[in-house]
C-alpha cells in the first residue's frame, strides 16, 4: 500500500485473525528482520561488520554487545545514543543517577534496566538502557541478575563515556538511587565505590 495516497485512497479492509501474521511478517521484513530466525541471530546480523545485513545505525548506539556462546553467560546489548551521553554528563556527572529493571520485556525473557538523570525541571530523561539475558538453566527471569552483571554493565558504560566524551575527566555519578530489591544494594551503589564500577 506504499503506492498509495492515504488522503485521496477510498479502501476499507476486513482483516481476519490469521492476517496478523502474515502483515507482521511483511513489516518486519520491510524492516531487515528475520522473523524466521530466533532473535539473537537477527541481532548478531545486524551488529557483524563482516555481515551483509550490518545496519550502522543501530551499530553506533549500541556500546557494548556479548553473544550467549556457553551455559551460564548472559546476553547482553547496552544501548546509548549520543544526545544520552551528553545528557549522562550534563545531569549525572557529580549528581545522582537512578537505575531500575524491568522483566520479561519480550517473549525471549530478557530483563531491561534503565537509567536516568534528572533534569532541570526534575523530569527523569534516559541516559543508558542496559538489556541482558538471565543465563541459561534460570528457573525465573528475574533471578537472572546480580551485582556482578550490573557492574559489569556500568563498567562498561563508564568506558564508553570516558572514551567518546572531550571531558577531561573521569565520569562519575555521585549517588546511584534504585529501589529495595536487595540485590542492588551493597558494595558498588554508594558514593565512594561507584567511582570503579
Known sequence: ???????????????????????????????GVDVRNLPQYNIDDWLNPESPNLQPEIKQVIFHYSARSKAGEHFQVCISTPDMDRTAWK??????????????????????????ACDEWKKGVPIAF?????????????????????????????????????????????VSITDTDKKNEGHFWMYGPICTF
Open 1 to 31: 500500500m506504499q503506492t498509495r495516497n492515504p488522503l485521496t485512497a477510498n479502501y476499507q479492509y476486513h482483516l481476519l485473525p490469521m492476517d496478523n501474521v502474515t502483515l507482521y511478517w511483511k513489516f518486519s521484513r520491510q524492516h
Open 91 to 116: 545531569y549525572a556527572h557529580h549528581s545522582q543517577m537512578i537505575m531500575d529493571g524491568t522483566f520479561s520485556v519480550c517473549s525471549s525473557w530478557l530483563l531491561l534496566f534503565i537509567t536516568l
Open 130 to 174: 542496559f538489556l541482558f539475558s538471565a543465563p541459561t538453566g534460570n528457573q525465573a527471569t528475574h533471578t537472572g541478575y546480580n551485582t556482578q552483571i550490573l557492574q559489569e554493565l556500568l563498567s562498561h558504560w563508564k568506558g564508553h563515556l570516558n572514551r567518546t566524551s572531550e571531558q577531561s575527566n573521569c565520569f562519575m555519578p555521585l
